[in-house]
Protein backbone atom coordinates (compact mmCIF):
# COMPACT_ATOMS: atom_id res chain seq x y z
CA UNK A 1 0.00 0.00 0.00
CA UNK A 2 1.17 3.17 -0.88
CA UNK A 3 1.46 6.32 1.24
CA UNK A 4 -2.49 7.61 1.79
CA UNK A 5 -3.24 10.48 -0.20
CA UNK A 6 -6.36 11.54 1.57
CA UNK A 7 -6.23 12.55 4.66
CA UNK A 8 -8.47 14.52 7.38
CA UNK A 9 -6.28 15.85 10.10
CA UNK A 10 -8.49 16.84 13.44
CA UNK A 11 -7.35 19.69 15.26
CA UNK A 12 -7.33 22.04 17.96
CA UNK A 13 -5.57 24.48 20.02
CA UNK A 14 -2.11 25.53 19.01
CA UNK A 15 -0.12 21.84 19.26
CA UNK A 16 -2.90 20.49 16.38
CA UNK A 17 -2.24 23.63 14.68
CA UNK A 18 1.64 23.21 14.42
CA UNK A 19 1.34 19.68 13.20
CA UNK A 20 -1.52 20.77 10.46
CA UNK A 21 1.16 23.60 9.43
CA UNK A 22 3.38 20.20 8.48
CA UNK A 23 0.60 18.35 6.88
CA UNK A 24 0.28 21.30 4.72
CA UNK A 25 3.76 21.58 3.38
CA UNK A 26 3.51 17.67 2.31
CA UNK A 27 0.09 17.15 1.00
CA UNK A 28 -2.10 19.44 -1.47
CA UNK A 29 -5.31 20.76 -0.95
CA UNK A 30 -7.16 18.07 -2.65
CA UNK A 31 -5.27 15.49 0.03
CA UNK A 32 -5.97 17.41 2.98
CA UNK A 33 -8.48 18.65 5.18
CA UNK A 34 -8.98 20.13 8.60
CA UNK A 35 -11.48 19.17 10.91
CA UNK A 36 -11.69 21.92 13.55
CA UNK A 37 -13.19 21.81 16.84
CA UNK A 38 -15.70 24.75 17.83
CA UNK A 39 -16.55 23.94 21.44
CA UNK A 40 -13.97 26.68 22.31
CA UNK A 41 -16.05 29.09 20.73
CA UNK A 42 -18.19 31.66 22.26
CA UNK A 43 -19.64 35.07 22.26
CA UNK A 44 -17.60 38.04 23.68
CA UNK A 45 -18.36 41.56 23.56
CA UNK A 46 -21.25 40.65 20.90
CA UNK A 47 -18.65 38.99 18.97
CA UNK A 48 -18.74 35.22 17.52
CA UNK A 49 -15.00 34.19 18.55
CA UNK A 50 -13.66 30.81 17.49
CA UNK A 51 -10.02 30.37 19.27
CA UNK A 52 -9.07 26.64 17.36
CA UNK A 53 -10.65 28.14 14.20
CA UNK A 54 -8.27 31.20 14.51
CA UNK A 55 -5.55 29.81 15.74
CA UNK A 56 -5.42 27.24 12.53
CA UNK A 57 -6.52 30.02 10.42
CA UNK A 58 -3.39 32.33 11.48
CA UNK A 59 -0.53 29.22 11.61
CA UNK A 60 -1.19 28.27 8.39
CA UNK A 61 -1.58 31.20 6.44
CA UNK A 62 2.01 32.18 8.72
CA UNK A 63 0.60 35.14 10.90
CA UNK A 64 0.87 33.36 14.26
CA UNK A 65 2.25 34.87 16.93
CA UNK A 66 5.58 33.73 17.63
CA UNK A 67 6.34 35.27 20.71
CA UNK A 68 3.01 34.85 22.65
CA UNK A 69 2.19 31.30 21.47
CA UNK A 70 -1.39 32.79 20.20
CA UNK A 71 -3.04 35.14 18.73
CA UNK A 72 -1.90 37.00 15.24
CA UNK A 73 1.67 38.44 14.42
CA UNK A 74 2.21 42.07 14.14
CA UNK A 75 -0.43 42.70 17.00
CA UNK A 76 -1.17 45.84 18.10
CA UNK A 77 -3.58 46.42 21.43
CA UNK A 78 -4.86 49.62 21.65
CA UNK A 79 -8.77 48.55 21.64
CA UNK A 80 -8.70 46.41 24.77
CA UNK A 81 -6.52 48.33 26.53
CA UNK A 82 -8.99 51.40 26.25
CA UNK A 83 -11.69 49.55 26.93
CA UNK A 84 -10.21 48.29 30.08
CA UNK A 85 -9.00 51.98 30.97
CA UNK A 86 -13.40 52.15 31.00
CA UNK A 87 -13.72 49.46 32.93
CA UNK A 88 -15.13 47.20 30.23
CA UNK A 89 -14.53 43.32 30.24
CA UNK A 90 -10.88 43.27 29.30
CA UNK A 91 -9.64 39.32 30.61
CA UNK A 92 -10.05 37.87 27.23
CA UNK A 93 -7.14 39.57 25.35
CA UNK A 94 -8.38 40.84 21.70
CA UNK A 95 -5.85 42.26 19.21
CA UNK A 96 -6.76 44.86 16.66
CA UNK A 97 -6.20 42.62 13.82
CA UNK A 98 -7.71 39.63 15.46
CA UNK A 99 -10.67 41.96 16.05
CA UNK A 100 -11.02 42.77 12.87
CA UNK A 101 -11.14 38.66 12.11
CA UNK A 102 -13.76 38.31 14.53
CA UNK A 103 -16.10 41.58 13.41
CA UNK A 104 -15.85 40.09 10.01
CA UNK A 105 -16.78 36.64 10.82
CA UNK A 106 -19.59 38.02 13.01
CA UNK A 107 -21.36 40.36 10.89
CA UNK A 108 -21.55 37.25 8.16
CA UNK A 109 -22.90 35.18 10.53
CA UNK A 110 -25.41 38.13 11.76
CA UNK A 111 -26.47 37.77 7.77
CA UNK A 112 -27.69 34.38 7.44
CA UNK A 113 -23.76 32.64 6.90
CA UNK A 114 -22.63 29.29 7.85
CA UNK A 115 -19.35 29.07 9.84
CA UNK A 116 -18.14 26.92 7.31
CA UNK A 117 -19.31 29.64 4.78
CA UNK A 118 -17.41 32.58 7.24
CA UNK A 119 -14.72 30.29 7.62
CA UNK A 120 -14.17 29.94 3.94
CA UNK A 121 -14.11 33.40 2.95
CA UNK A 122 -11.90 35.03 5.85
CA UNK A 123 -9.30 31.51 4.73
CA UNK A 124 -9.95 32.22 1.20
CA UNK A 125 -8.72 35.80 1.68
CA UNK A 126 -6.05 35.09 3.81
CA UNK A 127 -4.23 33.22 0.89
CA UNK A 128 -5.24 29.55 2.79
CA UNK A 129 -5.64 26.80 -0.44
CA UNK A 130 -6.54 23.88 2.50
CA UNK A 131 -9.96 23.77 3.55
CA UNK A 132 -10.79 24.79 7.58
CA UNK A 133 -13.56 23.02 8.39
CA UNK A 134 -16.11 23.13 11.52
CA UNK A 135 -16.47 19.90 12.72
CA UNK A 136 -20.08 21.33 12.90
CA UNK A 137 -22.38 24.40 11.92
CA UNK A 138 -24.56 24.23 14.91
CA UNK A 139 -23.55 25.54 18.22
CA UNK A 140 -21.36 23.28 20.58
CA UNK A 141 -20.43 24.40 23.99
CA UNK A 142 -17.54 23.03 26.17
CA UNK A 143 -18.45 23.11 29.76
CA UNK A 144 -16.17 22.55 32.37
CA UNK A 145 -17.50 21.23 35.50
CA UNK A 146 -14.98 22.23 38.29
CA UNK A 147 -14.81 22.89 41.79
CA UNK A 148 -16.27 26.42 41.11
CA UNK A 149 -19.02 25.05 39.14
CA UNK A 150 -20.00 24.54 35.55
CA UNK A 151 -17.51 27.08 33.62
CA UNK A 152 -17.53 27.77 30.21
CA UNK A 153 -14.32 26.77 28.58
CA UNK A 154 -12.89 30.30 28.37
CA UNK A 155 -14.36 31.38 31.54
CA UNK A 156 -11.86 28.50 32.87
CA UNK A 157 -9.20 28.27 30.39
CA UNK A 158 -8.62 32.56 30.17
CA UNK A 159 -10.41 34.14 32.91
CA UNK A 160 -9.82 31.64 35.94
CA UNK A 161 -6.39 30.60 34.24
CA UNK A 162 -7.14 26.34 34.46
CA UNK A 163 -6.94 26.80 38.26
CA UNK A 164 -9.97 25.39 39.18
CA UNK A 165 -9.70 21.55 39.57
CA UNK A 166 -11.34 19.66 37.00
CA UNK A 167 -14.06 16.92 37.26
CA UNK A 168 -15.11 16.26 33.92
CA UNK A 169 -17.04 17.71 30.80
CA UNK A 170 -19.76 18.48 28.44
CA UNK A 171 -21.09 19.45 25.70
CA UNK A 172 -23.73 22.05 25.34
CA UNK A 173 -25.37 21.53 22.03
CA UNK A 174 -23.78 17.94 21.25
CA UNK A 175 -27.10 16.07 21.11
CA UNK A 176 -28.65 18.67 18.27
CA UNK A 177 -25.17 18.96 16.57
CA UNK A 178 -24.90 17.66 12.91
CA UNK A 179 -21.61 16.19 11.40
CA UNK A 180 -20.99 18.98 9.39
CA UNK A 181 -21.78 17.76 5.33
CA UNK A 182 -18.33 18.77 3.93
CA UNK A 183 -16.37 16.12 6.32
CA UNK A 184 -19.09 13.62 6.14
CA UNK A 185 -18.79 13.61 2.16
CA UNK A 186 -14.68 13.61 2.33
CA UNK A 187 -14.38 11.08 4.81
CA UNK A 188 -17.03 8.50 2.08
CA UNK A 189 -13.23 8.16 0.47
CA UNK A 190 -11.07 9.56 3.19
CA UNK A 191 -7.69 7.26 3.16
CA UNK A 192 -6.43 8.23 6.73
CA UNK A 193 -7.31 10.30 9.34
CA UNK A 194 -4.81 11.78 11.69
CA UNK A 195 -5.78 12.73 15.61
CA UNK A 196 -3.25 15.81 15.70
CA UNK A 197 -1.40 16.61 19.39
CA UNK A 198 -4.16 18.48 20.81
CA UNK A 199 -6.14 18.25 24.05
CA UNK A 200 -8.39 14.88 24.31
CA UNK A 201 -10.97 16.18 26.50
CA UNK A 202 -11.70 19.77 25.15
CA UNK A 203 -10.25 19.56 21.44
CA UNK A 204 -10.69 16.55 20.09
CA UNK A 205 -13.53 14.94 21.94
CA UNK A 206 -15.72 17.87 21.07
CA UNK A 207 -15.20 16.87 17.55
CA UNK A 208 -15.19 12.75 17.14
CA UNK A 209 -18.60 12.64 19.59
CA UNK A 210 -20.40 14.94 17.21
CA UNK A 211 -23.30 12.41 15.65
CA UNK A 212 -21.47 9.76 12.78
CA UNK A 213 -18.71 11.10 12.88
CA UNK A 214 -16.87 7.88 15.07
CA UNK A 215 -19.30 5.58 12.58
CA UNK A 216 -18.14 7.62 9.46
CA UNK A 217 -14.51 6.27 10.49
CA UNK A 218 -14.57 3.06 11.97
CA UNK A 219 -13.23 1.31 8.66
CA UNK A 220 -10.63 4.52 8.41
CA UNK A 221 -6.63 3.91 9.86
CA UNK A 222 -6.55 6.36 12.43
CA UNK A 223 -3.58 7.82 14.17
CA UNK A 224 -3.35 9.86 17.23
CA UNK A 225 -0.45 12.24 18.34
CA UNK A 226 0.11 12.27 21.83
CA UNK A 227 -0.21 15.95 23.10
CA UNK A 228 2.07 14.92 26.38
CA UNK A 229 6.10 14.62 26.23
CA UNK A 230 7.90 13.27 29.34
CA UNK A 231 4.60 13.99 31.34
CA UNK A 232 3.89 17.45 30.63
CA UNK A 233 1.70 18.97 28.15
CA UNK A 234 3.90 21.32 26.49
CA UNK A 235 0.93 23.96 25.93
CA UNK A 236 -2.26 24.23 27.49
CA UNK A 237 -3.79 22.57 30.41
CA UNK A 238 -4.08 18.52 29.67
CA UNK A 239 -1.63 17.19 32.12
CA UNK A 240 -3.25 19.26 34.61
CA UNK A 241 -6.74 17.88 33.46
CA UNK A 242 -5.42 14.74 34.20
CA UNK A 243 -4.06 14.63 37.14
CA UNK A 244 -7.45 15.88 38.34
CA UNK A 245 -9.43 13.18 36.32
CA UNK A 246 -6.97 10.35 38.04
CA UNK A 247 -5.41 9.34 34.64
CA UNK A 248 -1.54 8.59 34.66
CA UNK A 249 -0.25 11.91 33.05
CA UNK A 250 1.56 10.55 30.64
CA UNK A 251 1.73 9.29 26.98
CA UNK A 252 0.32 6.02 27.40
CA UNK A 253 -2.12 7.48 29.65
CA UNK A 254 -3.58 9.63 26.43
CA UNK A 255 -3.53 6.39 24.64
CA UNK A 256 -5.33 4.00 27.38
CA UNK A 257 -8.01 6.95 27.30
CA UNK A 258 -9.33 6.89 23.78
CA UNK A 259 -8.74 3.23 23.75
CA UNK A 260 -11.48 3.38 26.21
CA UNK A 261 -13.59 5.64 25.81
CA UNK A 262 -13.48 5.05 22.45
CA UNK A 263 -12.42 1.44 21.25
CA UNK A 264 -12.71 1.24 17.86
CA UNK A 265 -10.88 4.85 17.15
CA UNK A 266 -7.36 4.35 16.82
CA UNK A 267 -4.96 1.72 14.84
CA UNK A 268 -2.19 3.77 16.41
CA UNK A 269 -0.17 6.09 18.37
CA UNK A 270 2.89 8.41 17.96
CA UNK A 271 4.57 9.70 20.88
CA UNK A 272 8.04 11.37 21.61
CA UNK A 273 11.69 10.21 21.76
CA UNK A 274 12.01 11.02 25.06
CA UNK A 275 8.74 9.09 26.05
CA UNK A 276 10.29 5.41 23.78
CA UNK A 277 10.89 3.73 26.97
CA UNK A 278 7.61 3.31 27.59
CA UNK A 279 6.93 1.31 24.39
CA UNK A 280 6.69 -1.58 25.28
CA UNK A 281 3.57 -1.08 27.49
CA UNK A 282 1.55 -0.14 25.03
CA UNK A 283 -1.16 -2.49 23.31
CA UNK A 284 -1.86 -1.25 20.18
CA UNK A 285 1.18 -0.16 17.01
CA UNK A 286 3.40 2.66 18.61
CA UNK A 287 5.91 4.51 17.22
CA UNK A 288 8.33 6.96 19.16
CA UNK A 289 9.87 9.82 17.06
CA UNK A 290 10.52 13.57 17.67
CA UNK A 291 7.09 15.61 18.22
CA UNK A 292 8.17 18.48 19.62
CA UNK A 293 7.85 21.13 17.08
CA UNK A 294 10.02 24.37 17.30
CA UNK A 295 10.59 24.92 13.93
CA UNK A 296 8.62 24.11 10.55
CA UNK A 297 11.28 21.87 9.78
CA UNK A 298 10.22 19.82 13.14
CA UNK A 299 6.27 20.78 11.98
CA UNK A 300 7.88 18.95 8.57
CA UNK A 301 9.31 15.84 10.13
CA UNK A 302 6.67 15.03 12.39
CA UNK A 303 4.10 15.20 9.51
CA UNK A 304 6.68 12.93 7.77
CA UNK A 305 6.69 10.32 10.60
CA UNK A 306 3.00 9.95 10.60
CA UNK A 307 2.19 9.58 7.19
CA UNK A 308 5.09 6.82 7.12
CA UNK A 309 3.44 5.00 9.91
CA UNK A 310 0.79 4.48 7.67
CA UNK A 311 2.68 2.70 5.70
CA UNK A 312 3.98 0.54 8.81
CA UNK A 313 0.71 0.03 9.69
CA UNK A 314 -0.47 -1.46 6.11
CA UNK A 315 2.74 -3.56 5.93
Not at 199 to 212: C, L
Amino acid sequence: MSRPRKILAVTGGVGGAKLAVGLAQLLGPDELMFAVNVGDDFIHLGLHISPDIDSLTYALAGQNNQELGWGRAGETWQFIETLGSLGGDDWFRLGDKDMALHMRRSLMLQNGASLSAATQEVTQRMGIAHRVIPISDDPIRTVVQSTQGDLMFQHYFVRERCEPAVHGFRFEGMANAVLNPTIAAYLADCDAIIICPSNPFVSVAPVIEVAGFLAATEQIPTIAVAPIVGGIALKGPAAKMMQELDIPTTALGVAEHYQHKYPHLLNGFVIDSTDADSLPDFNLPTIATQSVMSSLQDRIALAEACLDFFDQLAA
